[in-house]
């Protein structure tokens, strides 16, 4: 059998919260209940945001929880060959195409499509599904945005590569903590056309979350994917996306989430519930293990 190999892939373009810490913790459990490998990925694809200094207090919170990590180290900013890679593969097969649409036009294009008292479909994370640019562009400002050096992203036919795929696909899924980890897997089907034409890369980056997901998991050969909740329904893109590129299917488990008192999940702007303003004020690492469940 295959050694179990989990990751933990954050960005660092702030500090790690405590929900970072609940996933860091499962997917290195789980690796040892398995007696599996556990890997770090650096998703710093935002050279803006993600700094070298945010990177190295990051691996410090990860040391103070006492999280045992194996060699190599993946960071994206160093892979971007790899990605337009699959990329030129995917447009070969003629399911990408580039959209100029900016997000002030799309919200104002559904916006005043509700105004008339109807519903404009939305992704499951709540975005608006990109309305193409037939849509909201003539003809003329089409060619005008193709022809210049206008900004674009390059989006997945959703619609396009079901066709070419050709059959309903699913993914395995198993329960995330305690003795789930050992349960049989659950089918569950893939409904990415409720994404819509979701963004691969930009004009100005060479990959978006969801191409550079699925081809990272390959290269670091990560067969069990532990993570949170809200990338849930994302897994029908990943899926998707896996097929067409001839890529392996990870097993999945998705773990509940910390959320903050407004009942929403937290965010690397709250520094009240960021790893590194708790351990400065006193926290130790037990503590916060008991704080989160663990």
Known sequence: MTMPVFRFA????????????????????????????????????DQTRCTSQLEEEMFEDLAWLGVPLDEPVLRQSENFSHYRSALE????????????????????FVSSFEERGQAWPRDPDGAPVYPGDDAVLSDEERKKRADSDAPFALRLDMKAALQKLGKQLTWKEVGAEGK?????SRQIPVDAATWGDVVLARKDTPTSYHLSVVVDDARQGIT??????????????HRVLQELLGL??????HHRLILGEDGRKLSKSNQDTSLRSLRQGGLTHVQLRKMIGL
């Open 180 to 184: 789930a980890l050992f349960e049989r």
């Open 224 to 237: 069990d994917v532990l993570r949170g909740l809200d990338l849930y329904h994302a897994t029908s893109v």
């Open 89 to 108: 593969k995917l447009q070969d097969m003629g399911v990408v195409y580039p959209a100029y649409l900016t997000r002030a036009e799309i919200k104002r």
């Open 248 to 253: 392996p299917e990870p097993l999945y488990r």
């Open 10 to 45: 954050p960005s660092p373009n702030g500090h790690l919260h405590v929900g970072h810490a609940l996933s860091a913790l499962l997917n290195a459990r789980a690796a040892i209940a398995l007696e599996g490998r556990f890997l770090v990925r650096v998703e710093d694809i």
